[in-house]
């Protein structure tokens, strides 16, 4: 591995990965690659999932696929949390953007689809190009992974719309259920909608990727102080501190209403930031 600080519950399951997919398909996985949260420094434990890019020598024929398929999920009756979510590729598909990618064995909590597109995106092209940590296999060179600055831009201006608009007036219109439900789920719709639009309108803003953590930090500064308390609280989640908040714990309600207005405020500002 080439990174000392990455965690030891990371590196536990990227080990084992590469055990149990070298006895499944021997040669089959010729690099494993972290992306995510590990390349930020901000992978939490008992948060963060980890995120990977598996490159294969070939396209594997359907007996090998149900081979990554049965060692992803011995990996998962092993080491059931984190998720080890992510997808195989070969260095072709890698070379171009990712739209020209086919379908390709992916998996998603656990969920593996022997063809499907999740993480299949320029997000992922980008963060494997310039940063991600290799667990074996050569380091990707300059031209080995396509990166297109303003194809990230657009996939970025049309994920706030497509998905986060949509997903933000679904949590409004549900948002009494949430308030009156457990705090868990919550402080879980509170971390992910702030921190998820505010890391949007970071890369809209500055052109540059960051993790949720930095996103958190970057609203601190870009958006109106009325602001912090509520992004505040979506850090302290991520964290996972194990610190309470007494405000926010005393008046549920309180914390739903700010995550949906600081999300709708973020939202409107991103896209505004043009594609």
């Known amino acids: 591995m080439s990174s000392p600080s990455v965690p030891a519950e990371v590196l536990r399951s990227a080990r084992a990965y590469r055990e149990l997919t070298d006895r499944a398909a021997p040669g089959l996985v010729e690099g494993l690659y972290l992306v995510g949260s590990p ?14 890019v598996a490159v294969l020598s070939e396209r594997p024929a359907d007996h090998l696929v149900r081979r990554l398929g049965d060692a992803l999920a011995e ?46 995106d320029p997000v992922t092209w980008h963060e494997l190009a310039r940063g991600a940590i290799t667990v074996s296999g050569p380091r ?38 949430v308030a009156t439900g457990p705090t868990e789920r919550a402080e879980l719709m509170t971390e992910w909608f702030v921190l998820g639009v505010a890391r949007l309108h ?53 914390r739903v209403r700010d995550t949906i207005a600081f999300a709708e405020t973020a939202l409107e500002a991103g896209l505004r930031l043009g594609a």
């Open 39 to 52: 390349i930020y420094g901000d992978y939490r434990p008992g948060r963060s999932d980890i995120d990977f």
């Open 75 to 120: 990996l998962g009756r092993r080491h059931p949390r984190p998720y080890f979510d992510g997808l195989h590729v070969t260095r072709a598909d890698l070379a171009g953007p990712p739209d020209d990618c086919p379908d390709v064995p992916c998996i998603g909590e656990w969920e593996f689809r022997p063809a499907g597109r999740l993480a299949v």
């Open 140 to 177: 990707p060179g300059p031209g080995d992974v396509w990166t297109d600055e303003t194809a990230l831009r657009a996939y970025s201006h049309a994920n706030l719309a497509d998905y986060w608009r949509p997903a933000v007036e679904k949590l409004r219109a549900g948002q009494g259920t």
């Open 202 to 254: 970071h890369l809209l803003a500055t052109g540059r990727l960051t993790s949720k953590g930095g996103a958190g930090r970057y609203a601190l500064g870009a958006f109106d102080t009325a602001w912090h308390p509520i992004v505040t609280e979506a850090l302290r989640i991520r964290n996972g501190a194990g610190t309470r908040s007494p405000g926010y714990d005393a008046d549920p309600a309180a």
